[in-house]
């Protein structure tokens, strides 16, 4: 089974089928969204590392890290302790459903980039694939959390607005270690916020 196929039928598991009208326990898409978040875990260095791989030097040189470089159109997910302790549930799906709303057009643009880039590398391109569809179910998670909560989901948008076509291939090389390098924080604190949530509301 191909990696794209694998995804797409561990997303269907793990998004909730939900009935119209049907009461929404927060419990069981708190429940679906943890699962999904810790699979997720296990493959975001993976990803990281397999895409400096591909991208030469510096990029693959061991030890590689620019944590200073960042893109405004996607939120950090470095956050201090008592800053994230501090947050309450609304506050904390609302940002967690900003961020991986981001990240799945900026996995999208990262794909195009590699597909250009390193055409012959089909790994990459599978791995990238496969992240953007978990983002995506995870996102579907945290709205079907937010639902059964009374919160309201915020509307989709258009996050990376007009992209410079005319970006070098470094800059693209960057922009592609900014996103997963931020999947895999962001990966990181979902877990972290939905453990937290799990807590509160127990199945």
Same mark, same amino acid.
């Given at each position: 089974?191909?990696?794209?196929?694998?995804?797409?039928? +561990?997303?269907?598991?793990?998004?909730?089928? #939900?009935?119209?009208?049907?009461?929404?326990?927060?419990?069981?898409?708190?429940?679906?969204?943890?699962? #999904?978040?810790?699979?997720?875990?296990?493959? /975001?260095?993976?990803? &990281?590392?397999?895409?400096?791989?591909?991208?030469?030097?510096?990029?693959? =040189?061991?030890?590689?890290?620019?944590?200073?470089?960042?893109?405004?159109?996607?939120?950090?997910?470095?956050?201090?302790?008592?800053?994230?302790?501090?947050?309450?549930?609304?506050?904390? &799906?609302? $940002?967690?459903?900003?961020?991986?709303? !981001?990240? /799945?057009?900026?996995?999208? #643009?990262?794909?195009?980039?590699?597909? =250009?880039?390193?055409?012959?590398?089909?790994?990459?391109?599978?791995?990238?694939?496969?992240?953007?569809?978990?983002?995506?179910? +995870?996102?579907?998670?945290?709205? !079907? %959390?937010? /639902?059964?909560?009374?919160?309201? %989901?915020?509307?989709?948008?258009? %996050?990376?607005? #007009?992209?410079?076509?005319?970006?070098?291939?470094?800059?693209?090389?960057?922009?592609?270690? %900014?996103?997963? $390098?931020?999947?895999?924080?962001? /990966? =990181? $604190?979902?877990?972290?916020?939905?453990?937290? &949530?799990? !807590?509160?509301?127990?199945?």
């Amino acid at each position: 089974m191909s990696c794209w196929l694998a995804s797409l039928c +561990l997303l269907t598991l793990l998004l909730p089928a #939900l009935g119209p009208g049907a009461p929404i326990s927060p419990a069981e898409p708190i429940s679906q969204a943890y699962s #999904l978040a810790l699979y997720m875990q296990k493959n /975001t260095s993976t990803l &990281l590392q397999t895409y400096l791989q591909y991208q030469g030097s510096p990029f693959c =040189d061991p030890g590689f890290s620019a944590p200073e470089l960042q893109l405004s159109s996607l939120p950090p997910a470095a956050v201090s302790f008592k800053t994230w302790h501090a947050l309450d549930d609304g506050e904390r &799906l609302s $940002r967690a459903q900003g961020a991986f709303l !981001a990240l /799945t057009q900026h996995l999208q #643009l990262v794909g195009d980039d590699q597909s =250009d880039l390193n055409p012959s590398s089909p790994i990459l391109l599978a791995q990238l694939r496969a992240a953007r569809l978990r983002a995506q179910g +995870l996102l579907g998670n945290i709205a !079907a %959390i937010m /639902t059964s909560l009374g919160l309201p %989901i915020p509307p989709e948008e258009d %996050i990376l607005g #007009l992209v410079p076509f005319e970006a070098s291939a470094f800059e693209r090389k960057c922009r592609g270690y %900014i996103v997963t $390098r931020e999947y895999r924080h962001w /990966t =990181d $604190r979902a877990v972290r916020d939905l453990a937290l &949530l799990k !807590a509160k509301y127990p199945g």
